[in-house]
């Protein structure tokens, strides 16, 4: 920038002398024969081009600068100056041990998806034991109840069929008592009939052995009847025993009170086999949460790992060149430090213009640029930016501008070959000019001095439009053909 600056100096500095060697040069011409020693112009028809001259220096269109993001030994690395086309490698680390890194990350990733799929199936086990834990608590519990209800009926039935049976019983009981009783009366009465006969010796009727076998036969019959009533009472006070037996009652009872222990135990034996198939669910659904945060991050290692093997190539680009490289095949690199830096292949100018200039300048502007290496080859280009910021160096304020260069008809481009740049900031085409020393103001308005006769010379009024360092357009006061002195007279 310094180079430039210096440079830019140097021509004003040189202008300034010419300008000044020239108002010294007509002072002498003045002093003596004018049109003798003074040189003429023809008004002439032509294009005048305005234009802003620079310099600068060839840059890259693109410039980047590589760091290694991971440590290793390089295995591949180009060199200062070789040329490279978009897409090739630039520099690689070796990755032997990323990549067993690598097929590490995948099998364990392959290992937390086994495990997944078991933990989803182990899930699904849960599900269907929970479903059958239910259906058979639904089926135990509808089985207790129905047993139940009919131990209840059953121990009903038992005390329905006992209250009937003691009833007929003591019903029976009664009904013996009472036709032994009679038995027993009719035989006692027949015994003391018989026994007063005999004590009357009721001969007439009956002899006495006959009376007397009537007496004992009335003796059994009377001992048969309390016989038979002790035994038909025995008999019906059995029955009525029997009838107020309480086994069967209390055999019913207890099957009644079975069936409903059966029926808690069964209740508490459901709850219990479907709050352990709930627990079996919740315990394969966090099985399935942690295998699947194992895939998570058995993935996410996998990742960091093939971002580390990406990280240990870089790749062009764009097609460029090699503008420097820090390591060499073999050498241990790290990150941190610039491994290598790249430019396109794409050339364009840069450059400086004076604040006075600028406001003449646009993108888009045509510029005739000439190499200093190849100083014959004129070529064209455009103006593709102008930085909005200026640098002010020494107090001169100027501001960058990016020229990029035609494709067609250029030399061969160098990174940091010296140019000169003519823009063209206006044109006239097909207009009358003069050379531009050859115009000079007085009180605001522009004149030429042109030859008259007998050697004197006429001050003409003329009305200038644009102009460059050699020309400038006459646009009224001259026609093409008249001649003018190219320097003014004092």
Known sequence: MMIKMIRKIILIATAV????????????????????????????????????????????????????????????????????????????????????????AEENMSVAENSLSLARLSYKQALDANHIAIQLAEINASLAEQASQSAYKALENANVS?????????????????????????????????????????????????????????????????????SNTDIAQGSVDAAGNRTAQDAAQGSYEQSLLNQSTTYWQNLSSTQSAARQIEITAKNISQAESQLELSRINLDLVNLDVDNSTIYAPYDGVVLSSTYREGEYAGPGVPAISVISSAFIIKAEVNETDIVNLEVGQDALVRLDAYYENVFGGKITEISPVSTNIGGVVSFGLTVKPDAADIPTLLYGLSASLDIVTSSAKDVLYVPVQSVFEEDGKSYVNVPGENKSIKKVEVTTGIYNFDFIEIKSGLSEGDAILISPVQ
């Open 17 to 104: 002398i010419i300008i000044i060697s020239m108002f010294n040069l007509l002072a002498c011409r003045a002093n003596g024969d004018v049109q003798k020693d003074t040189e003429t112009f023809t008004v002439a028809r032509g294009d005048v081009i305005q234009t802003v001259n620079t310099s600068g220096y060839i840059e890259s269109e693109k410039e980047n600068s590589y760091s290694l993001m991971t440590s290793g030994k390089v295995a591949y690395c180009l060199e200062k100056g070789d040329t490279f086309k978009n897409g090739d490698m630039l520099i690689e680390i070796d990755t032997t041990r990323l990549k067993l890194l690598v097929a590490q």
């Open 162 to 230: 006992a209250s009937h049976a003691y009833n007929s019983a003591e019903t029976s009981l009664k009904n013996t008592e009472s036709i032994a009783d009679l038995n027993i009366a009719q035989a006692k009465s027949a015994l003391e009939e018989a026994e007063r006969a005999l004590a009357a010796g009721a001969t007439a009727i009956l002899t006495i052995e006959q009376l007397r076998y009537n007496v004992v036969v009335a003796q059994k019959n009377y001992e048969l009847a309390l016989t038979t009533k002790q």
